[in-house]
């Protein structure tokens, strides 16, 4: 095993890590992350009064669709087939959570998709909300678990 940055070529280059010699495996990975807002915005989203619609909706959308492209917006990200992706919203006494599982089969992870995921709806609620509230704070965007591959099953702490 090398001490070399695994996305670093010999002569300190970036590039993109060659996948086709690894197994294809089931991969799993959840993130999560939480937007906190004013009671007021909190209110008008949970009674569907937001000036921009459905805001949980499109912020779930969003998501999924972030996560399918990934690898146009992350550097050296491999573009993957994903199998599902899910995007779930939890009413917080201050603020909404969000929880991304994205899956695939095949030879590399997808943690990235299921963080992309997550970041990409909880940019959403921002947006459909702004005109409620533009104090909002995006934060504790973490990955919470991911399965599969060489490194096995992984879950934090």
Request: glycine fraction near 14%.
């Given at each position: 095993m090398t001490n070399r940055p695994t996305h670093l070529d010999e002569s300190g280059a970036a590039?993109?890590?060659d996948v086709g010699a690894k197994a294809a495996t089931g991969r799993h990975a959840v993130a999560s992350g939480r937007i906190?807002?004013?009671p007021e915005a909190l209110a008008a989203i949970r009674a569907g009064n937001a000036p921009k619609g459905d805001v949980l909706s499109t912020a779930r959308i969003a998501g999924i669709m972030a996560a399918k492209r990934t690898a146009e917006l992350i550097p050296l990200c491999h573009p993957l087939a994903l199998t599902s992706v899910a995007v779930e919203f939890d009413w917080e006494a201050d603020g909404?959570?969000?929880r991304a599982t994205a899956a695939t089969t095949g030879?590399?992870?997808v943690e990235m998709e299921a963080l992309t995921a997550a970041s990409v709806a909880l940019l959403t609620l921002y947006d459909m909300a702004k005109a409620l509230d533009r104090t909002m704070?995006?934060?504790d965007i973490r990955l919470l678990e991911?399965?599969?591959g060489r490194s096995g099953?992984?879950?934090a702490a």
């Open positions: 590039h993109m890590v906190a807002m004013a909404i959570s969000v030879p590399t992870g704070v995006l934060g991911k399965s599969g099953d992984w879950r």
